[in-house]
């Protein structure tokens, strides 16, 4: 694609991205994304070095000085137009997610589809929350006359360090990128390795909209070289990072400045007695197995009421036999898993649970990094899988005997970020709910991040912070008063 030719060099490496311009490191190293699929070299990313990163750092923070004095609308309008013809580009972006991170094609595309309608959403949002501050009087609180008047607006944080995982290196890179320049903030960003083609074609589309020269930066480059530099640096003044238990090394290491983080979950499915069984069926096989179960929301582990379980476990057999398994590039249901070590991680689960006489409901299969489908039936706390999340295409299956010992196996997890629950009677619904301790419970449907609006968050190791559109604009701003301080009046009125 022409539009994207500036962003590659001459031996096919994909250049990183600063100050307006598409560069090469001075490392003349690369980093090698391999294929899910075919195991086989398929890009290159330039390997950043540490001056690099500082550069981009710098550069970004002089940036966001004039950026934070540009009128909102305006920065509302340079987003939707990135919205624009980030949609336009969906083909090459979603074809990069195809080949780096083998996602089903028909949901490449709709990760890109969903960005761009992020990026617009956020852009009006950002006009309404960010065109409105508060008055406060100072008679209200006691002992004080009406004599000072406090005014408040919400003010950048300065430059924003956004770190997206593998499996939406799109979706969660705009959902970061978006929300922070909204609010006058610049953006360095650094995207998984996995996916770090689609970011960088993603970011190219951001600098066709035509934001200004360094507000948006990008660095691709090993973990272990840049990482920690990038996370300590004194010029960053937030990071939002989604992954896994990275983000609590981040965490325990980053300064003094606001985070917002999404580490994983285990989520729970809780099926009651007088559950649709055909809806809770469907739901934990889209649950569960969508993207291979690579999803940080994926159902997790099914915790089913015994009377119920048999006939339960029968349907979701059932649905679980048609899905399809296979390339990608093929939309199949069930793709290669993106790593082999992530495929070697799944395989030990699996074979400790074997090892402890879970019931099989169909066959383990592996070939490479495609895993097959595989329902796990009479899971025993005992094993590893009732506790790990997998990230692949396996679902444990734990029968309970009383509601209470769902909510406990629930809430014995380290993780909290969703959980669901099915049932036909509301009022236990809630209750659930309210006991789960997760920061979501989704009531007659599987756990889910979007719409993208809502407030998307985790309790315990699955997070800090609360994302969604309007709660990460808020997350990335400070607030600034201004108080006026009137003379006590000399006169008295009435
Ligand atoms: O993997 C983590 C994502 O936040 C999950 O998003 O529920 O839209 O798949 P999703």
């Not at 592996?366 to 895993?371: A, K, P, T, V």
Request: charged share 20%.
């Amino acid at each position: 694609m022409a539009v994207f030719e500036e962003i590659v060099d001459e031996n096919g490496v994909y250049k990183f991205f600063y100050d307006g311009v598409w560069r090469k490191s001075s490392s003349g190293k690369s980093v090698t994304i391999i294929n899910p699929t075919t195991r086989k070299p398929h890009f290159r990313v330039q390997a950043c070095t540490q001056e690099e990163v500082n550069k981009v750092v710098e550069t970004a923070k002089l940036a966001q000085k004039s950026w934070a004095k540009t009128p909102l609308w305006k920065r509302a309008e340079l987003l939707h137009k990135a919205a624009a013809i980030l949609k336009e580009q969906k083909a090459p972006i979603a074809e990069c997610l195809v080949k780096e991170i083998a996602k089903p094609a028909k949901d490449a595309v709709t990760e890109v589809v969903r960005s761009g309608d992020l990026v617009s959403y956020c852009a009006e949002e950002g006009v309404r929350i960010l065109g409105e501050g508060k008055l406060l009087v100072s008679d209200s609180f006691p002992g004080n006359e009406r004599t000072k008047y406090c005014l408040t607006s919400k003010i950048p944080l300065g430059v924003v360090l956004a770190i997206p995982p593998f499996n939406y290196p799109v979706n969660l890179a705009v959902s970061k990128i978006a929300p922070a320049l909204i609010a006058g903030n610049s953006i360095v960003l650094k995207p998984p390795t996995q996916g770090a083609v689609a970011a960088l074609h993603m970011v190219h589309c951001f600098h066709l909209a035509g934001f200004p020269k360094g507000l948006i930066s990008c660095v691709t480059g090993k973990g272990s070289e840049i990482g920690d530099f990038l996370t300590m640096h004194p010029s960053i003044n937030c990071i939002s990072f989604t992954g896994g238990d990275t983000g609590i090394s981040i965490s325990k290491k980053a300064g003094m400045i606001p985070l917002q983080m999404e580490l994983g979950g285990k989520d729970a499915c809780i099926i009651l007695e007088d559950a649709d069984l055909d809806l809770a069926a469907a739901n934990i096989v889209k649950g569960g197995f969508s993207y291979s179960g690579q999803r940080c929301t994926a159902v997790k582990v099914a915790l089913v009421m015994e009377s119920v379980a048999d006939t339960l476990v029968e349907k979701v057999k059932a649905k679980v036999a048609k899905l399809t398994v296979g390339a990608p590039e093929d939309d199949c249901d069930i793709t290669p898993v993106v790593t082999e070590s992530s495929a070697n991680f799944i395989e030990g689960l699996v074979m400790d649970a074997k090892q402890k006489a879970a019931t099989f409901c169909q066959e383990y299969k592996r070939e490479g990094n495609l895993i097959w489908p595989l329902l796990l039936d009479n899971v025993l706390p005992d094993m590893r899988i009732a506790w790990e999340e997998p990230f692949g295409p396996v679902l444990p299956v734990i029968r309970i005997n009383s509601v209470e010992e769902g909510i406990h196996h629930c809430n014995a997890s380290n993780f909290g970020l969703q959980g669901c629950v099915f049932t036909r009677d509301i009022n236990k619904a809630i209750l659930i709910s309210d006991a789960m301790e997760t920061g979501t419970v989704q009531i007659n449907s599987a756990p889910s991040r979007g719409p993208d609006h809502f407030p998307f968050q985790g309790l315990k190791d699955s997070g800090i912070g609360s994302q969604g559109i309007t709660n990460s604009i808020n997350m990335m701003t400070k607030i600034k008063s201004t108080v006026i301080n009137l003379p006590t009046p000399s006169y008295t009125v009435g």
